[in-house]
């Protein structure tokens, strides 16, 4: 069963930091992961992506303040948000693409967090 299980959100005033993790479990492989976010009343958007090699990409918004990474030998993805700001509220999810065999491909995400930044 493929399950992707996020933790790390809460609440924190602005100029703090939080750290995110999704732990990915049931891949046969995984290939891009990527955190996205949606903040009530808009949609979802990408936050950032990382490949299997470790190519990263950041939504402008987030650049020089966040950092993607992931663990390939345990299958789990972070995301380090410093110096928040109250815009960066919302609920963040992870998602994954890869393969759940040899031949079937997913595309799969995570149930979600929730990040709010408010002193």
């Known amino acids: 069963q493929v399950q992707l299980v996020e933790s790390g959100g809460g609440l924190m005033q602005p100029g703090g930091s939080l750290r995110l993790s999704c732990a990915a479990s049931?891949?046969?492989?995984?290939?891009?992961m990527g955190w996205y976010r949606q903040a009530p009343g808009k949609q979802r958007e990408l936050v950032a992506s990382i490949t299997s090699g470790g190519s990263t990409n950041y939504a402008d918004s987030v650049k020089g303040r966040f950092t993607i990474s992931r663990d390939n030998a345990k299958k789990t993805l972070y995301l380090q948000m410093d110096s928040l700001k109250p815009e960066d509220t919302a609920v963040y999810y992870c998602n994954a693409r890869g393969r759940r065999t040899v031949v079937t491909r997913v595309d799969y995400w995570g149930q979600g967090t929730q990040v709010t930044v408010s002193s």
């Open positions: 049931g891949f046969f492989s995984i290939d891009a």
